[in-house]
């Protein structure tokens, strides 16, 4: 789980009703997803706009030389976490898993012929789950190979790869460091092996303790590490404890998200069931202290706000997060894979959830398109404005310059409330930032730029 933005979750996965801002309702952490990963929600989108996603990968590219980004999705894992709410498969044997890696690249080479693709660089690239590193060095060899050939990376500036530290041996990290990885981001979560049982994490501190020294030693350029603050069980003492190792660990950026309870993942069945969890869960104010706590000890050794989750140390060209800020400022994304969405040329399009319609689709040679949505210039406007606030600031300037509009004067009413209550600055230059505590809650906040139609409806 890291900072990618990109859900692989189902419609399915969501049955009740679910509130943008669900979890933030109260003190007390209830069911409901709380990340706001785009805009408009994925409720809007449907199977009756995708006619215009087959219209912006058959027309003439826009502009050519724009460069964009491709992610893959590899959903697999040892275990299903607890808190989990991805799309992911625990139970796939190697020839499955191959089958599906053919797949993954086969659709890849079904967008390279697309005409909007031909010739367009591709400039980042991002292997999400699941569990990337779960799969054999085998099928992953072949796939990065088939996908070199589909798509030039002579201009691919930042290759991310997700990794959970019980499925790395060092000959695999070698491996995945020469298939060009730069920037490896490794799933700790916690450093308490209780909680990460109780939570239902597959790997344990002696695992992450055993390949730290190889990540070391193979150098990559980004090594980015991934907490939860509030994961079931967590103290005052055990986060301590966790952040304190981080900051000893001191890796180029460290990830921390609060923990939410979406609708489909165990945790939240046992709620909406009516079982108690076995162990306390914090409710946001506590979680949000704990996030604080980790943002001064990781400031208090030389890192720096990257964004509302991240910290990085400063100075090295690497502590960036292309994907992050390219998909946060409108550029052209392709996801593949089961249930991963797409942005490209103004039209949002998702592909199926089903594993068995997943690999007809592709083995037919069809795209395995779900549903989609033809944004207007509005909904891009919001959709860019409300992802950047999570970096922290905006400038309005750029946005007048971008699409023409005063986001001060147009939203002024969400600007107004949100300064009042204490989550942001208007500057006397214009720019706006959040205080520390909008950082520690962005998302509940970003509701309040929704267009009317969009307020309160289910995000999935």
Request: charged fraction near 25%.
């Amino acid at each position: 789980m890291s900072e990618s933005t990109h859900p692989t979750i189902s419609p399915s996965d969501t049955a009740r009703p679910e509130p943008a801002t669900a979890g933030h309702q109260g003190s007390e952490t209830q069911v409901g997803s709380v990340f706001v990963s785009n805009y408009p929600p994925f409720s809007a989108w449907s199977k009756e706009q995708l006619a215009a996603a087959e219209e912006a990968l058959t027309a003439p590219p826009e502009n050519a030389d724009e460069p964009f980004g491709l992610y893959l999705h590899l959903p697999f894992c040892r275990k299903r976490c607890k808190f989990c709410y991805f799309r992911v498969y625990t139970d796939k044997n190697s020839g499955e898993i191959g089958r599906y890696t053919d797949a993954l690249a086969k659709e890849v080479e079904i967008y390279a012929g697309k005409p909007a693709l031909a010739g367009r660089p591709l400039r980042f690239v991002y292997f999400g789950g699941g569990t990337p590193s779960y799969i054999s060095v085998r099928h992953l060899t072949a796939l990065v190979e088939r996908l070199r050939q589909a798509f030039s990376w002579d201009a691919v500036e930042e290759v991310t790869f997700e990794c959970e530290p019980g499925t790395l041996t060092r000959s695999k990290l070698a491996a995945i460091r020469e298939l060009g990885i730069t920037r490896l981001s490794l799933g700790i979560e916690n450093f308490n092996d209780a909680i990460l049982r109780e939570n239902g994490r597959a790997h344990l501190t002696k695992e992450i303790d055993r390949v730290l020294p190889w990540i070391e030693e193979l150098d990559f350029d980004q090594l980015n590490v991934d907490l939860i603050a509030g994961m079931v069980g967590e103290t005052w003492d055990t986060w301590r404890e966790t952040v304190a190792r981080t900051v000893d660990l001191a890796p180029d950026s460290v990830t921390v998200y609060q923990m939410e309870l979406p609708f489909n993942a165990r945790f939240s069945q046992k709620l909406l069931d009516g079982e108690g969890l076995e162990q306390p869960l914090a409710d946001w104010e506590t979680k949000r202290a704990w996030n604080d706590f980790a943002i001064e000890q990781l400031a208090a050794a030389g890192y720096e706000v990257s964004s509302a989750y991240t910290m990085i140390r400063p100075g090295k060209k690497a502590s960036r997060f292309l994907y992050r800020d390219a998909l946060w400022h409108g550029s052209d994304l392709i996801g593949t894979g089961i249930a991963s969405f797409s942005h490209f040329q103004g039209v949002h399009f998702q592909n199926t959830a089903s594993w068995a319609d997943y690999l007809a689709g592709i083995e037919a040679g069809e795209l395995p398109w779900f549903r989609a949505f033809e944004t207007a210039a509005e909904d891009r406007l919001t959709r860019e404005l409300i992802l950047q606030l999570k970096l922290g600031e905006i400038s309005p300037e750029s946005f007048e310059q971008k699409f023409g509009v005063d986001v001060l004067r147009r939203y002024e009413p969400a600007w107004k409330d949100l300064e009042e209550r204490g989550m942001l600055s208007v500057e006397p230059s214009g720019a706006v930032e959040l205080t520390r505590a909008g950082l520690l809650q962005v998302d509940s906040l970003l509701p309040n730029f929704y267009a009317e139609t969009y307020r309160g409806a289910r995000y999935t």
